[in-house]
């Protein structure tokens, strides 16, 4: 199981190094965007076998419908904290942004407040026992749709 989480991600790299980004640029978001899902799906799916690994070596388990809806469940699971801390992190990222007007008076303030939120993000969901790529993606997205309003020009 924990090989065929790893294998079943797909090399995006050749598909983007033919298409050019001048040329067709939204053909290379589409692949580029189904590239980054596919690896955050992976990463989260290896971590949930992984977690299901360790369980089987402590005590004598037959793989059947029990231990495949039981990976199930803690990969949706997983998904969803994950998610979770994104958008936790994204949309507080934003309020700062548009209520405390001390940390947007300087490009630099801002930036580096993006910066470390990103990171804090990443590692806050890895200690939780979440996915830190998938909280990581989600807070950049919500960072993208609405902290850039905030932003100062």
């Given at each position: 199981m924990?090989?065929?989480?790893?294998?079943?991600?797909?090399?995006?790299i050749a598909a983007m190094s033919i298409?050019?980004?001048?040329?067709q640029p939204h053909i290379f978001s589409i692949i580029l965007g189904e590239g980054l899902f596919?690896?955050?799906?992976?990463?989260?799916?290896?971590?949930?076998?992984e977690v299901y690994q360790t369980k089987g070596e402590d005590e004598d388990v037959n793989f059947g419908?029990?231990?495949?809806?039981?990976?199930?469940?803690?990969?949706?699971?997983?998904c969803?904290?994950?998610v979770v801390v994104g958008l936790v992190a994204g949309f507080l990222v934003t309020y700062i942004l548009k209520r405390v007007r001390s940390v947007s008076h300087s490009a630099i303030h801002e930036v580096s407040l993006l910066l470390i939120v990103g990171f804090l993000t990443y590692f806050t969901s890895e200690t939780l026992g979440q996915s830190g790529i998938t909280s990581l993606v989600t807070c950049s997205i919500i960072m993208a749709q609405y902290g850039w309003f905030n932003l100062s020009p």
């Open positions: 924990l090989f065929c989480s790893i294998i079943v991600s797909s090399d995006i298409i050019k980004f001048d040329e596919n690896d955050v799906v992976v990463l989260t799916l290896k971590q949930t076998v419908f029990k231990e495949a809806s039981d990976i199930f469940i803690d990969f949706i699971k997983l969803l904290l994950s």
